[in-house]
C-alpha cells in the first residue's frame, strides 16, 4: 500500500484476525502492523522486517499516526540500507544497550572489588575517595565514552576546588582504573595519559623547637584518641596510617615493640618499631574496646584526621603545618642535634633500603632503632618539660 494519512487511517483488522501486517510500497521490509490485545482493542505500529542470514529481525519503531508518518519513513530507509550494507540492525542496537549499560560508576565497582584483595587497607580508602568522590561527574557515562577532554575538564575543576595535589592524586588513580578497564576489552585507550599533571611544590616544611613544644602542651593529657596519636607520632616518626590502624594484637608492650605486618607498610615489608618509655606509657594509657582490636578510634581504625586537626590549629598560633611534618622533624632534628647515623634514621622511618643493600643486608637493626628513639624522646621530653636535654651525642 501507499502509506497516506487517508490510507493509514482507512486500514482495519478483521474480527477473525489478531495480527497482520501491511506492506509499504516505497521502502522493502516497512509495514505497519496491527495487532489486538486481551481487551480487543487494536494498536497499529510502524514495524520493519528484514533477513539477516538464517535470522530475521522485526525492530518496532513505535505507534503509528499521521503525525509520525515522515519520521517512520526516514528510519525504515535507514534500516533498509544497514541491512543492505551488512548491518545487522536489531545486533547493532543491542550492542549499543549493552555498552550503555557500561558505565563508569558499574565498571568502578568492579574494579574497586579486584583491587581490595590487594591493596593496603588505608590505600584503598584513599583510592575508593578519588574514584567514588572526586570522579563522580563521570559515574554516570558510559565509559567508552569517556575522553580527554571529559577528563582534563574534571581535573582542573578539581584542582581549582580542592588543590593541585588532590587532582595528581585523581588522575593517578584514575589512570589505574583506565588501564585495568583496557585489559578488561572496556575501552581501546587510557584517556588519562595525555592530560595535564598539576605543579605542585614538595614539601620542606620542619618544625623548630619552639613549635614542636606547642603542639606538644596544646595536645591533651586525658583519653582523646587525637591527642595520643600525635604525641605518638612525634615520639616515633611513623606514618600516620601505621598508627592511625593500629592494632593491640601488633602491640608487644612488654617487648617495648610494635610489629607492623607487610601488608600495612608502604615498602611491603614487616617493620618492627621500637617504643620508648613515653610511648609505652602513652598505650598503656589506652581503653581497650571489647568490640574490636584497634587502638584508635572505632572499628575501622582512626578516621576523623581532618576534623580532629582543625580543632587543634585553633588552638595554635603557629603557621600551617602538616603531621607528616613531625616526621620530618623527627629526621632533622635525630641528625643536626642528637647526631644519630643516616642509615639508623632510614630504619627508623622505614624507608625502602637504596640498590644492592636491599638484597644482601638483612639486619633489622633493631638495637640502634631502639637507641634512636629513646634519645629522641628525651629531647622531645625536654622540649616540653622546658628544660636541658640529656641527650648526649654518641659521635666521636
Not at 502509506?3 to 482507512?10: D, G, N, P, V, Y
Not at 557515562?141 to 582534563?152: G, K, N, Q, S, W
Not at 627508623?348 to 628513639?373: C, F, M, Q
Request: charge should be positive; aromatic fraction near 6%; hydrophobic fraction near 45%.
Amino acid at each position: 500500500m501507499k502509506l497516506t494519512q487517508a490510507a493509514l487511517a482507512s486500514l482495519r483488522l478483521p474480527e477473525c484476525v489478531n495480527d497482520r501486517a501491511f506492506s509499504i510500497d516505497d521502502t522493502p521490509g516497512f509495514a505497519v502492523r496491527l495487532r489486538r490485545n486481551r481487551e480487543g482493542k487494536v494498536k497499529a505500529t510502524f514495524t520493519f522486517q528484514y533477513r539477516f542470514g538464517k535470522k530475521q529481525g522485526r525492530p518496532v519503531f513505535g505507534p503509528a499516526t499521521p503525525a509520525t508518518i515522515p519520521a517512520a519513513r526516514a528510519w525504515a530507509m535507514a534500516l533498509y540500507v544497514k541491512t543492505k550494507g551488512g548491518v545487522d540492525p536489531v545486533a547493532e542496537r543491542a550492542a549499543a544497550v549493552a555498552k550503555a549499560g557500561e558505565t563508569v560508576g558499574a565498571c568502578l565497582e568492579l574494579f574497586l572489588a579486584q583491587r581490595a584483595k590487594t591493596l593496603r587497607p588505608r590505600s584503598l580508602v584513599e583510592m575508593r575517595r578519588h574514584l567514588l568522590v572526586h570522579c563522580r561527574p563521570l559515574h554516570r557515562l558510559p565509559i567508552a565514552d569517556v575522553d580527554r577532554r571529559t577528563v582534563a575538564l574534571l581535573l582542573n575543576k578539581l584542582a581549582e576546588t580542592s588543590g593541585p595535589v588532590a587532582a595528581n592524586l585523581t588522575r593517578s588513580a584514575l589512570s589505574t582504573f583506565m588501564v585495568w578497564a583496557m585489559k578488561q576489552g572496556l575501552v581501546d585507550t587510557n584517556p588519562v595519559v595525555a592530560t595535564n599533571k598539576n605543579p605542585t611544590q614538595s614539601r620542606e616544611r620542619t618544625l623548630t623547637d619552639d613549635e614542636l613544644r606547642a603542639i606538644w602542651l596544646a595536645l591533651d593529657d586525658g583519653p582523646d584518641d587525637y591527642s595520643a596519636l600525635v604525641r605518638l607520632l612525634i615520639l616515633t616518626a611513623a606514618r600516620r596510617q601505621e598508627l592511625g590502624g593500629l592494632t593491640w594484637s601488633e602491640c608487644d608492650l612488654d617487648a617495648e615493640l610494635i610489629h607492623l605486618p607487610r601488608e600495612r607498610m608502604k615498602q611491603k615489608r614487616a617493620f618492627d618499631l621500637p617504643l620508648s618509655p613515653p610511648a609505652v606509657a602513652i598505650l598503656k594509657a589506652r581503653p581497650r574496646h571489647p568490640d574490636h582490636d584497634f587502638v584508635f578510634g572505632t572499628k575501622i581504625g582512626f578516621q576523623t584526621w581532618s576534623w580532629a586537626k582543625r580543632q587543634l590549629d585553633e588552638r595554635l598560633t603557629i603557621a600551617p603545618w602538616r603531621l607528616h611534618d613531625l616526621r620530618r622533624t623527627a629526621a632533622t632534628r635525630m641528625a643536626e642535634k642528637i647526631k644519630i647515623l643516616p642509615h639508623v634514621i632510614e630504619e627508623v622511618l622505614g624507608h625502602a633500603r637504596p640498590g644492592i643493600a636491599a638484597v644482601y643486608n638483612k639486619s633489622t637493626y633493631l638495637p640502634e632503632k631502639a637507641d634512636a628513639l629513646v634519645r629522641w624522646a628525651e629531647y622531645v621530653s625536654a622540649l616540653a618539660e622546658g628544660r636541658p636535654s640529656k641527650v648526649v651525642s654518641l659521635r666521636a
